[in-house]
């Protein structure tokens, strides 16, 4: 257990629906992201939130919409999705984001199971 | 963005020692990673290393590290059963980068440990 849960862990959507996935961390950390793990590519940062205020957005499709309501929950909406975007979802946190310009460096990432998605 | 390369698959017979190798893009990462992702669930982080360091070791994980060819390798001592799963290198984005935050991920490498 990493202390990040991530529900539902599997889902199974059609690409008219709207569904969220939901993420709660209880590790008292301040930054929470979402990753997309597609098959055969890198993991790919999509959104990172500092203390509930967005401070990244990786050219992601509006399709994706987050949410982080308190330091704690981050969601992310879907709706109207595309086949290519079935991947594995995983959340992740850390204690704090570093400043502009620094590193995570020892910031380490906890991450979440994940939810696989698949869209039909 | 340049790809962190892993090779995509390495198979082992249990006992043995395993090594899976990476090389990273960012000459500026102060810190890299080896995370584990066992399936069905998410990265666990393996191990690290400080970018001023050649070596670490940590119980049965051997890291090495060539900053002049930016090479990552991770060491698993006497492989066990339990240790297949996909094995991940990152790299933090370095100073030079306003998204220092996020890490840079290979591929991974399925290590499949046998009997």
């Known amino acids: 257990e990493t202390g990040v849960t991530q529900t539902p862990r599997h889902l199974v959507m059609g690409m008219t629906n709207k569904k969220s996935l939901k993420c709660e961390q209880h590790?008292?950390?301040?930054?929470m992201y979402w990753y997309k793990q597609s098959a055969k590519k890198p993991l790919e940062l999509m959104f990172a939130y500092s203390l509930e205020e967005r401070v990244e957005n990786n050219s992601v499709p509006s399709r994706f919409s987050p949410e982080c309501p308190n330091s704690s929950h981050l969601f992310l909406h879907l709706h109207t999705l595309q086949p290519e975007d079935s991947a594995l979802y995983l959340c992740?946190?850390?204690?704090?984001?570093?400043?502009?310009?620094?590193?995570?460096?020892?910031?380490?990432?906890?991450f979440g199971s994940g939810t696989q998605l698949s869209v039909l | 963005g340049e790809d962190v390369e892993q090779s995509l698959f390495l198979s082992v017979r249990e006992g043995d020692s395993s090594v899976i190798n990476c090389t990273y893009t960012?000459?500026?990462?102060?810190?890299l990673y080896w995370y584990k992702q066992e399936p069905g669930a998410g990265l666990q982080l393996l191990t690290y290393?400080?970018?001023?360091?050649d070596m670490k070791q940590d119980q049965r994980l051997t890291v090495l590290l060539n900053k002049k060819d930016k090479h990552l390798s991770l060491r698993i001592a006497d492989t066990q059963t339990g240790d297949s799963a996909i094995y991940f290198c990152a790299e933090s984005l370095g100073s030079n980068s306003n998204s220092g935050y996020a890490l840079n991920f290979g591929k991974g490498t399925s290590l499949l440990v046998t009997p």
């Open positions: 992740a946190s850390s204690q704090d984001l570093p400043a502009t310009g620094a590193e995570l460096t020892n910031e380490k990432l906890f």
């Open positions: 590790l008292g950390h301040n930054a």
């Open positions: 290393i400080f970018s001023n360091m």
């Open positions: 960012d000459s500026s990462s102060t810190y």
